[in-house]
DNA sequence: GGTGGTCGCTAAACTGATTTAGCAGAGCAT
DNA sequence: ATGCTCTGCTAAATCAGTTTAGCGACCACC
């Protein structure tokens, strides 16, 4: 890999000048009296011998790497994990960075190993990013250089990026009082374990308070809130086929995540309803599965691109403020329509 | 970012030693006649600083970095790419590498910045990796160094990591087979230009050749075989309704993956159809949502964490053989029954 | 005519490891 | 006593950059 590359003192040489003189044409150092001569001869020879510097040498001197590390508990492997990362390797090209990406898989050991392999390789500062949004605890070892949290907060005083759950939560509230629904409003997802344990979710309280404050507003109360263990689509089918055989039956299911409303949508077509005309369903997240639904499912999407932008945005460029909360925009799809009857 | 570590030369003086002997004792070199005092004193020492080698130090001059390149078109942003980066994580971790990684979204000039961002940073080796299993022209530039394709091929002579969609399809034919369907089998997601062209696709022609195949071998040939532009929910829904218009009925549908076989239930819902009872459903690649179908979506999976892993290991390891074709393992879900009637 | 300052540039130190070449002392044979 | 080998260890070079300290030439000024 890269053998006989030119080096600096190749470029040196051949524009007849010395290392010094170089480097600090290359790197573009104010206030030194090189001639523009110089400094011509300079780029020129680099141009010819394609010269490239050799990070390893500059890292040692300089202890700057132009890397971060990207550290996620689990989220890399997860489809959740495609945007946050994509978003990163975005922002960090544009600023001439690198990624160095590892998983913990929420194993201690794991997590160790991990971060000790990035302090090794002097990375000039870490994203440390989690699958569901939700409050961690930092390694001491990485808190000795820049951290910015994606998808999670701490109790150190650390910059972070989360999705406005809570202005998610009332926009979805307020697509469906705008389109007439006021009694009729099941919920689907409670969970008190998700909502009581910030070390579990962030998001499940977040949502539910920003849907109870919009409702509130406009004088509404939900009409059912169902519980799930889980918010997978087995979940939300046997939720939504408890709701069906309530009196009377919701005119609009607000799922707290679409793997809960791809559930709603499996108990509603065995049960001969359609969606939007017999009930509308809203939901979060914006999964590849919601644009593929039958029809497609209006959700608030997790801005996962945005959120790892800002990440590398915060960590390179300094965060003057801190946190970020990064807002989920509405996807309006097929699946809302006024309330039947 | 990890100031003040201790260094080797801590190391040596502390142990009374010289640089030269505490390098040497720590990397276990053979043949050095250092005593086991002094091995005892240089371990003792380095235990107690903590020491870890600087790895820029070390791979300017080794010209090694324990560092892999993973770059892809686009997998690293995709549900489908978990699987792959879990797994070469995994088997990198377990030999002491990290990974970089990089998506070049298909376009050359971020492809050249990104190969060079590698290359300025000594990587041992480069996997190339692509979303969907194809043939790929590598960038001659990372052909200085170790390279395996990942989910690919080329026309240079590399190792390649690749599903065996061939005798996935087999496997597919097989098992109806086994549950009795024989004359009603359909297929939806045939596609010219994907059996036509490596270059968008070498799983289309594999996994047709397989079912074919295995068909042909017990003397069956498939009922009706339906074409689609995309291989998305919409289409095996557009294709599904399309074969229940004609007569016979299928007994049982192939879909090409496992979003065409989510739009062909959206449409055997539609049209009052029961799965398996009325017609049975497989399909390819094992999508999350093949186990959130109801009935579960049999079908067979990419093995991505395997494949991710192979990578590694061929590149690391090094290559025998050179190509590696991963068994698509067969899931069995309830999808399946013996033809109705 | 010395002194001071600016200009344009360079030698050498430095980063932290690996690696080559070789030194001092012990033991042994001649 | 001399030469030889072996043992146990080290000094110094090396990797490819950055950075510090400073050199010689030239000019201006008093």
């Given at each position: 890999?890269g053998?006989?590359?030119?080096?600096?003192?190749?470029?040196?040489r051949?524009?007849?000048?010395?290392?010094?003189?170089?480097?600090m044409?290359l790197?573009?150092?104010?206030g030194?009296?090189?001639s523009?001569?110089?400094?011509q001869?300079?780029?020129?020879?680099?141009?010819?011998?394609?010269?490239?510097?050799?990070?390893?040498?500059?890292?040692?001197?300089?202890?700057?790497?132009?890397?971060?590390?990207?550290?996620?508990d689990?989220?890399?492997?997860?489809?959740?994990?495609?945007g946050?990362?994509?978003g990163?390797?975005?922002a960090?090209r544009?600023r001439?960075?690198?990624?160095l990406i590892?998983?913990?898989?929420?194993?201690?050991?794991?997590?160790?190993?991990?971060?000790?392999?990035?302090?090794?390789r002097?990375?000039?500062?870490?994203?440390y990013?989690?699958?569901?949004?939700?409050?961690?605890?930092?390694?001491?070892?990485?808190?000795g250089?820049p951290?910015?949290?994606?998808?999670?907060?701490?109790?150190?005083?650390?910059?972070?990026?989360?999705?406005?759950?809570d202005r998610?939560?009332?926009s979805?509230?307020a697509?469906?009082?705008?389109?007439?629904?006021r009694d009729?409003?099941?919920?689907?997802?409670?969970?008190?374990l998700?909502e009581?344990?910030p070390?579990?979710?962030?998001?499940?309280?977040?949502?539910?308070?920003?849907?109870?404050e919009a409702?509130?507003?406009?004088?509404?109360?939900?009409?059912?809130?169902s519980?799930?263990t889980?918010?997978?689509?087995?979940?939300?089918?046997?939720a939504?086929r408890?709701?069906l055989?309530?009196?009377?039956?919701?005119?609009a299911i607000?799922?707290m995540?679409?793997?809960?409303?791809?559930g709603?949508?499996q108990?509603?077509?065995?049960?001969?309803?359609?969606?939007?005309?017999d009930?509308?369903?809203?939901s979060?997240?914006?999964?590849?599965i919601a644009?593929?639904l039958?029809?497609?499912?209006?959700?608030?999407?997790?801005?996962?691109?945005?959120?790892?932008?800002?990440?590398?945005?915060?960590?390179?460029?300094?965060?003057?403020t801190?946190?970020?909360?990064?807002p989920?925009?509405?996807?309006?799809?097929?699946?809302?329509?006024?309330?039947?009857?």
């Amino acid at each position: 890999m890269g053998r006989n590359r030119a080096t600096l003192a190749d470029v040196a040489r051949r524009a007849g000048l010395s290392k010094t003189a170089a480097s600090m044409v290359l790197n573009g150092r104010e206030g030194t009296r090189l001639s523009a001569d110089a400094h011509q001869r300079v780029f020129a020879a680099a141009e010819e011998l394609g010269y490239r510097p050799n990070v390893a040498a500059r890292s040692l001197r300089t202890r700057k790497t132009a890397t971060i590390a990207f550290v996620s508990d689990i989220v890399a492997t997860t489809r959740f994990a495609g945007g946050l990362i994509r978003g990163a390797l975005d922002a960090a090209r544009e600023r001439d960075h690198v990624l160095l990406i590892t998983e913990t898989q929420g194993d201690a050991t794991f997590e160790q190993y991990a971060i000790e392999a990035m302090l090794d390789r002097q990375v000039d500062g870490v994203i440390y990013a989690a699958m569901a949004t939700r409050r961690l605890t930092v390694p001491p070892a990485i808190l000795g250089g820049p951290v910015v949290l994606l998808n999670a907060t701490s109790s150190d005083d650390l910059p972070c990026v989360l999705p406005d759950d809570d202005r998610a939560g009332r926009s979805v509230a307020a697509v469906l009082l705008e389109h007439g629904h006021r009694d009729g409003i099941a919920l689907i997802g409670r969970n008190r374990l998700k909502e009581g344990d910030p070390e579990v979710s962030l998001a499940a309280e977040a949502r539910l308070n920003g849907i109870r404050e919009a409702l509130g507003e406009a004088g509404v109360t939900l009409l059912a809130e169902s519980f799930c263990t889980e918010w997978l689509p087995e979940h939300g089918y046997a939720a939504t086929r408890g709701l069906l055989n309530r009196s009377p039956r919701p005119s609009a299911i607000i799922c707290m995540n679409d793997r809960l409303a791809f559930g709603a949508y499996q108990a509603l077509g065995e049960a001969g309803l359609t969606v939007p005309d017999d009930i509308s369903v809203i939901s979060f997240d914006d999964d590849p599965i919601a644009a593929w639904l039958r029809p497609g499912l209006a959700t608030t999407a997790l801005p996962h691109e945005q959120m790892g932008r800002r990440a590398v945005e915060l960590l390179l460029d300094g965060a003057p403020t801190g946190n970020a909360l990064v807002p989920m925009p509405l996807r309006r799809r097929r699946s809302l329509a006024p309330p039947a009857g």
